[in-house]
């Protein structure tokens, strides 16, 4: 994929002039009026947006009439045919200059605004992408975008003496790697899972969870250890590594399906975040994963996005 226009404007509301070359700064591209401090810093429109909207060789559009900063040529990727296919926390890295998308998409200004005015309407709002700066340098038309999606890596770990023995099989950890995965594929992301079968030790668990969080993982699930028995574990080797807790979601849990179930209201559990990563520990029983992670996926990619620094809704 390669960049065929730059363009920038320097009032909101009317559409941008291309360019030759551009400085990207820390909010944005030097003069244009989109930059600022917010998640929208940068736009981007795929060429081929413009094929349906009157760009032709008897009549072409300016770029930059959509109001995008970035015009682009080429797919993505094999996988990824266009920009609108791309997703939140994916980047795009030109030399010095790398941009993590926000957005896809957006709220249309309606027919007042100088775009639709043009055009008769925009085509922005579903497939224009967003982005904010994470390195700052130039760019100039023709270089090159590198596509570089964001692989979720998730660790799910099962405590269990007695699976770990071989005494019998380890059925939730699997399970709940099979979730996960269907989670990621229905939303579009690309990820990874590292699964781990430990016997209810506090330190082994400690230094897996540790080595999961220094290496960058997004999502940790353990399942297991959670009871009131006295090799159960999980949540008090967890709770002090965890930086910032997040308690309704496994108090809903726990009050929904312990209405029915008393014996689900003694078993513990646990959410929240230890630095950029996420942390759930779930139940050891198949039903306890399939209820607890129903309701987990119900607000999971509102919350990635929240860690992100991305209020998407």
């Given at each position: 994929?390669?960049?065929?226009?730059?363009?920038?404007?320097?009032?909101?509301?009317?559409?941008?002039?291309?360019?030759?070359?551009?400085?990207?700064?820390?909010?944005?591209?030097?003069?244009?009026?989109?930059?600022?401090?917010?998640?929208?810093?940068?736009?981007?429109?795929?060429?081929?947006?413009?094929?349906?909207?009157?760009?032709?060789?008897?009549?072409?559009?300016p770029y930059?009439?959509?109001?995008?900063?970035?015009?682009?040529?080429?797919?993505?990727?094999?996988?990824?045919?266009?920009?609108?296919?791309?997703?939140?926390?994916?980047?795009?890295?030109?030399?010095?200059?790398?941009?993590?998308?926000?957005?896809?998409?957006?709220?249309?200004?309606?027919?007042?605004?100088?775009?639709?005015?043009?055009?008769?309407?925009?085509?922005?709002?579903?497939?224009?992408?967003?982005?904010?700066?994470?390195?700052?340098?130039?760019?100039?038309?023709?270089?090159?975008?590198?596509?570089e999606p964001?692989?979720?890596?998730?660790?799910?770990?099962?405590?269990?003496?007695?699976?770990?023995?071989?005494?019998?099989?380890?059925?939730?950890?699997?399970?709940?790697?099979?979730?996960?995965?269907?989670?990621?594929?229905?939303?579009?992301?690309?990820?990874?899972?590292?699964?781990?079968?430990?016997?209810?030790?506090?330190?082994?668990?400690?230094?897996?969870?540790?080595?999961?969080?220094?290496?960058?993982?997004?999502?940790?699930?353990?399942?297991?250890?959670?009871?009131?028995?006295?090799?159960?574990?999980?949540?008090?080797?967890?709770?002090?590594?965890?930086?910032?807790e997040i308690?309704?979601?496994?108090?809903?849990?726990?009050?929904?399906?312990?209405?029915?179930?008393?014996?689900?209201?003694?078993?513990?559990?646990?959410?929240?975040?230890?630095?950029?990563?996420?942390?759930?520990?779930?139940?050891?029983?198949?039903?306890?994963?399939?209820?607890?992670?129903?309701?987990?996926?119900?607000?999971?990619?509102?919350?990635?996005?929240?860690?992100?620094?991305?209020?998407?809704?």
């Open positions: 994929m390669i960049i065929r226009s730059l363009n920038l404007s320097a009032e909101k509301g009317t559409v941008k002039k291309p360019v030759n070359s551009v400085t990207i700064n820390k909010t944005g591209l030097e003069g244009d009026a989109h930059a600022g401090e917010w998640h929208r810093q940068v736009s981007l429109l795929g060429e081929e947006s413009y094929a349906g909207s009157g760009f032709s060789i008897e009549k072409p559009l930059g009439i959509f109001a995008e900063n970035i015009t682009t040529l080429g797919a993505p990727a094999p996988d990824t045919p266009d920009l609108k296919s791309c997703r939140p926390g994916d980047l795009f890295r030109c030399g010095r200059v790398l941009l993590e998308i926000t957005q896809i998409g957006k709220k249309c200004h309606g027919p007042g605004c100088a775009v639709m005015q043009q055009t008769g309407h925009c085509v922005m709002p579903v497939e224009g992408i967003f982005a904010r700066v994470l390195s700052e340098g130039t760019l100039s038309v023709g270089d090159p975008l590198v596509y964001k692989i979720y890596r998730i660790g799910v770990i099962t405590l269990s003496d007695r699976a770990y023995n071989g005494t019998y099989e380890d059925r939730s950890g699997p399970l709940l790697a099979r979730h996960i995965s269907s989670f990621c594929e229905a939303e579009g992301w690309k990820h990874k899972t590292t699964n781990t079968l430990l016997p209810d030790d506090e330190m082994l668990l400690e230094n897996e969870v540790l080595k999961f969080i220094h290496a960058g993982y997004d999502l940790i699930f353990t399942t297991g250890g959670t009871g009131m028995g006295p090799a159960d574990i999980t949540v008090q080797v967890l709770k002090p590594l965890i930086d910032k308690p309704g979601i496994m108090e809903f849990i726990r009050i929904k399906y312990g209405s029915e179930n008393p014996n689900a209201l003694i078993s513990g559990s646990l959410a929240g975040l230890a630095g950029n990563t996420m942390i759930f520990a779930l139940p050891g029983s198949v039903r306890a994963v399939e209820e607890y992670f129903t309701e987990i996926a119900r607000c999971l990619k509102h919350l990635v996005y929240m860690r992100m620094g991305l209020d998407i809704h």
